[in-house]
Structures are given as structure tokens and as C-alpha cells.
């Protein structure tokens, strides 16, 4: 029997209707969730189906809405926070950073924020510099917040579920890049746990860590890897706050390399952490320097010549994972 | 009002001893917003404040004992000794936090309302916060949001003229924040806020229109604080300025002008002294018991940076 496909939006777009069906704490609030444009296929008809009391557009007052959200959640409901784009999201630093992720720890363990934050990438089509940014990493640097950035449409919904449920607040990272890709989902709710990794590809030879689209080039890139009868090891990170380090520090001990793939810049994101962990805890283990596959510390450029320079890919992994393998 | 100002004024000696550490902003002078608001509304109604909120915190019934443990750091302070002065809760009675960043809890406040509202229960939510607090963007974001989904909520801003060391008047153009949520379709009141029965009565109007599905209000009450914007000293932050209006202010007191209406409705001198002496031993109790109280465990460190929900392991 074949198992039941969705597109990763169209994951999204489940995940929401079965949370707001099964609990009547959840509501969806933010700019563009009546609207195809700003939310793609991953909210479609959601206001029409559930209306407008629990599906709220909000003004255009990002700080505003995340801190009511925030309040709404102190107050026992569970609400999920859109932001269309990371970079507008930027200007409720505020309540993300200083109130719901402080909140619990400050308070003496008295009570909790129950909140998901959705944080779109969406970048490329030469939309330039502030319609283009993946601060993921910035939130994992901060205690109390958890971060996760699911790279296939099972993970898709099944972290959106787990993210509503974990009574923190979560900072869910969605990439348009990955929102008509196809895949298995099961039709019932089910969590993916958060601060599990998942190895979506076994090998010997060198092991690759990635991210959220990263992940899925990361696959692309084994499977070249594999033509050239090297042996890629893929782990997809799927929470990057925590992150699973048992399993990293356990297929590099078993590789001895390691490539880190991210759609963030290079300097301290998520791959600066990661290479500092394992020199620090397996540095014994690694037969080569570690490698970093990241964006170039340049804002996103606008014109399609430069992107085509600015972004990565497969091809970028495959070309590191050789250069290392060489060492 | 007597246990909010005895409260401080002790906290305010402890600090001069050296035995609280963590920053204290004071609202000595400004006690009769605090609780003419509270007395407008329940325990099952949300209050919200910010950096200056011990006033809040007892006014909405916060427990004593928990709040002292709390400034001198121990373990059985109402967050646990991580919190201090600047963020304090008491969940049992409405206060789900006060935190010192400027109009945090403003949109919070309308969050709590925004809740209420969808649960289709009658409890307001009260945002506390000062005149600085008016110049944020978010505050004007949240009157806006409150005002468009008509939230119950009662944003009081106690203005006591001084954001910090900054006058009003150098921050501000016009003297008219009663009337900074018109644009947004908020209405608002100005009130004496060193009178404990025109708070109270302003306040009862708002809840009541609130209640009612009437949306949120704005009350701008007048006030002053004695003592600097942090620590116990009278002016020394702000120079000369405050010196000169000081007394005026002292002349206003909140607390002898409550008591003199007493006075004239019959109760005694005694009896009111009687009042005093009785709060003056609950907060040396609050003292005792606060200084008998352990430190959080060092090896505690690590916990609640994530939340638990009771019951779970």
C-alpha cells in the first residue's frame, strides 16, 4: 500500500486544521493569514474553515501581535504567531527574545509560554536584502527558546504539532523553497519529537550535518557523492535549539569528516556551533578540518547573476565533501 | 496604600543597608493608582506591570512574604529568587508577570484580553505602566489592536512625569497623553492620581464599559514619585528640578489625604494608627520570614530555563 503524499505546505496547512479542531485553546494570528500571497498554499481557506475569531489578520504591528500572542498564551491559550517573512518578524525581537523566552526561567518555573512563533524564509526572485534573510541562528543563541526547521513535509507537520504542544515557545522555521515538495505524511496528528535529528542517509566516508532546504541538498549532494563511490552520511537537524548532539558527535566519531550545510550566513550560525562542539568533544575522531557550507557574510544581492553566486546547493556540498575527502 | 508604602519604605532601609542588591525603582508617592485600580476589579481579572510594580504586585493581593524573599533573593521569593524587584508574579491572583523592559507588557495586557475575549469570559486585563512608556511604538500598535477587536482591557498610565531623569516636557511636545489612543479609537481620562477614591471611580467606569464589550480605555493618572528613578534617594538623578517640585508633590500625599476623608467620615486617630501598627508588623514579619528563608540551591542553576507543566516529570 502506498503511503498518503503532501506537499510540505499543504503539511502545514493539516497540521494547523487539525490542531485548531482538536483544541479550542489554539488560534492562528498574524499579517497575511487570510491571504494566498503572503502564506502560499500553507493556510489556504484555514480563516474560511475555522473563521475569523480564530484565524486573526492583524495590523501591520509585528511587535504588537507577538506580544499579544505572548499574553495569550500566559493566560492558558496556545497560540500560533505568523510572520510572512523572517525579516519583518525582526521587529518583535522584543517579545520573542526578551518576554517568552526569559518568561519561565525569570519567573521561577511559575509558568509558561506556550507559544509558536512561524518564521517564513523567503528568499530568492531577486527580492534582495530584506525580503531574503535566515536568522534562524540568532534565536538558538538565546536560553529558553527552541528553534526548529523541518526539511520533508512528515516533519513538516509533525513538528508543528510537537511545537504547540511543548508548552515553550518555539520558533518554527518554514522555507518557501521547500513549500510544493511532495512526500509521505500520515493522515492522523503525530509529533516529531523536538531535538531529534534524523539520519536520512547511512555512509562511512564523511558525514554531512544540514538544515530546513539544506537537508534536502544534502541528499541531492550524497547521491552525487555516491555516483563517485563516496559514502555521505546525512543527518537533518530538524531542531537546531536544541540540537542533537549525541547523534552528530555519533556519525562523526564514525566518519572521521565532517561538512555543515545551512542557508544562514557562515559566521556564528548554526555551523559555527556545531564545528566548535565536535572539535571540542571529537577532535581525536576527525581525519580532516571541518567545513562549512554557508551563505557568504554578504547581504542577500538582488540581481540573478549575483544570487546565482550568493546561494548554495548541492553542488557547493558535494564540491566541500570532495575537497575535504582529499585531505 | 499604608501596606504598599510601609512595604517599600522598609525595602528602601534594606537597600541602604546593603541587604537587597537587585535595583528597586520605587513608587513611594504613587500608591493610590495601584490601589484604587485593584479595588476596581478581582482577583480573577489580569494586572500587568513593568520595572516599579511592588505597588501592583500587593495591590492585587500578591503575597508579602513571597515579594521581600523575592528582592533579597531566596528561594521562597514569588519567583524563586531569578526574578528580583523588576519581575514579579502571583498567577493565584491575576499577576502573570512585570517586567522592566519600557511597555513589555503593554501588548501582553491586550494578549491576556485577546484570550478572555476568545473564551467568552468577563475578566478585564490592566496594563500598569508609565508616561516613558507612552513614547514606544508598541504602545501605540497595542491601543490600536486593543481598539480594533474591542478587547477589555484598561491601559493605566501612571504619569509621574519623569521617564527616568527626563521631564515630560523634554520628551513631548504637548501634555496630552489622556488623549493618545483618539487616533486608535481609544477614549481616555485624565485623574488625580494621589486620589485614591477618583482612581477608583475612574477605573470602575473603564471595567464596567469594558465588561460590557465597550472595548478598551486609557486612563492617565497624575502622580509623582519621591524617590529617584531607581534606588531610595530623593532626587540626586534628576537635579534640581525635581527639587523644586518635591514639595509641592509631599503636600499631595496620597496616603494623608486618604486619611484625612477618614478622619472626617468619624474614624478615630487611634484607630487609624491601629492600622499602621498592624500592617508595620506584617512587614517585619515578611522581613523575618524573608531572612530565615534559604538561597536557591547553586546546583539549581539549570532549571526552568525550559518549562515544565505540573505533574510532568
Redesign the interface.
Known sequence: MSARTLSYAHAIREAHAQLLRSDERVFVLGQGVWSPWYAGTSLQDIDKEFGHERVIESPVAENATTGAAVGAALAGMRPIVFHSRMDFMLLAVDPIVNQAANWSYMFGGRIGVPIVIRAVINRGGEQAAQHSQAMHSWFMHVPGLKVVMPATPYDAKGLLIAAVDDGNPVLYVDDRWLYAEEGPVPAEMYRVPISAAAIRRAGRDVTIVAASYMAREAERAAAELADRDVDAEVIDLRSIKPWDRALVLESVEKTGRLVIADSGWTTAGIAAEIAATVAGEKLRSLKAPIARVCLPDVPAPMSRVLEHVYYRSAADITATALEVLKQ | MVLIRQCEERIAELCDAGEVRCPCHLCIGQEAIATGVCTAITDAD?A?GGHRSHGHYLAKGGDLKALIAEVLGRAT???????GSM?L?A?EVGI??T?P?VA?????????????K??RESRV?VAFFGDGATEE??FH??L??AA??RLPVIFVCENNLYASHLHLTERHLTDNLDQAGVPHGVPGHRVDGNDVLAVYDATAMAVEGARRGEGPMLLECRTFRWRGHVGTALDLDVGVRRRDELPEWLARDPIARARSRLVARGITESELDRVLEEVQAEVDEAVAFARRSPYPAPESLF???????AGLG
Open positions: 489580569y500587568w521569593g514569588c519567583a524563586g529568587g531569578r526574578g519581575h508574579i498567577p502573570l508577570g517586567v523592559l513589555a507588557t503593554i501588548p501582553l495586557a491586550v494578549g491576556s484580553a485577546l484570550a478572555t476568545l473564551r486585563s511604538g508598541h500598535e497595542s490600536n489592536l480594533l477587536h532549571d526552568h530555563v525550559y518549562h515544565r507543566p
